[in-house]
């Protein structure tokens, strides 16, 4: 975790690219992300093309503002809680419809956010997950 312009936020390689934490607007993977996309590229005065499958106008918004900006936008309301290399990353999603809510993104492949799922199938929140994981390192340790 580091400040990043006054704000909290996440040091994701040690290229120096950050996610800022930002509570306010929609997450990506919501109804409201490609809109705020829209919106953002046009109030810099650039007409957005093409959705791409991802609900998302992600080479518009590079080729407007640059990787770093598209990789701000798109992890802002989401905390690194753990890495399984490769760029397979778990997120805490702490805003949104998805708040409180684990997620699985493979930053290689610009996929969505996947949630975990339990046994039943239901998304895991942060204390099922990390319980679920605590079961598995005592296991492992005995």
């Not at 990787?67 to 990353?89: F, K, N, P, Q, T």
């Not at 809510?101 to 990390?130: I, M, Q």
């Amino acid at each position: 975790m580091c400040r990043i312009d006054g704000k909290w936020g996440w040091l994701w390689d040690t290229a120096g690219h950050h996610w800022q934490l930002g509570p306010g607007g929609p997450f990506a993977e919501t109804e409201g992300w490609a809109g705020q996309q829209g919106a953002t590229l046009r109030a810099a005065w650039y007409e957005p093309t093409t959705q791409d499958e991802d609900i998302d106008y992600l080479d518009d918004y590079r080729e407007a503002f640059g990787d770093e900006a598209w990789y701000l936008e798109r992890g802002r309301g989401a905390v690194l809680i753990s890495d399984h290399g490769c760029g397979m990353a778990g997120r805490l999603i702490v805003v949104g419809p998805h708040r409180g809510e684990v997620h699985d993104r493979d930053c290689e492949t610009e996929s969505p956010f996947e949630p975990y799922l339990d046994a039943k199938g239901n998304p895991h929140t942060f204390r099922t997950w990390y319980l679920e994981w605590l079961e598995r390192r005592e296991s492992a340790a005995r």
